[in-house]
């Protein structure tokens, strides 16, 4: 899961509002996709199916056949590999400008006092 090929069906995967809501139903518990049709009653079976296949090609749900039904799990990993790679990075540089400031401010704020008093 490093490929750019791979990143892009993941983005283009969570880019719509229903995945990510199938992904909320799954983060909880497997779901056969029978249970999942209940869990969105406004949509017909096979747009769920639809929307399983293309999170199922992004590696984001993964399907386990139990006798006659169908389990869908939840992988992480691939939102893991995003996080490791963008918003991570991303946000360690604000924290680190957001200590800064901090800092500044702090130091500002002493010597404003000992010019005070």
């Known amino acids: 899961m490093s ?6 069906r993941v983005f283009k995967a969570l880019a719509n509002p229903i995945r ?8 909880k518990r497997p779901l056969t996709t029978s ?3 209940l869990c969105f009653a406004e949509l017909d079976r096979c747009t769920v199916m639809q929307h399983l296949r293309v ?3 992004a590696g984001l749900v993964v ?3 139990k006798g006659r039904e169908r389990f869908n799990h939840l992988d992480p990993m691939p939102i ?15 924290a680190g400008g ?11 704020g002493e010597a404003q006092k000992q010019t005070a008093g």
């Not at 990510?20 to 983060?27: A, F, G, P, Q, V």
């Not at 957001?98 to 500002?108: I, M, N, P, V």
């Open 20 to 27: 990510r809501r199938i992904c909320d139903e799954l983060k």
């Open 63 to 65: 399907p386990v056949r």
């Open 80 to 94: 893991q590999a995003i996080h490791e790679r963008w918003i991570g990075p991303h946000a360690a540089r604000a």
């Open 55 to 57: 999170l199922e090609g």
């Open 3 to 8: 490929t750019e090929d791979d990143l892009d």
């Open 98 to 108: 957001l200590l800064q400031l901090k800092r500044a401010l702090e130091s500002a």
């Open 35 to 37: 249970q999942l049709c």
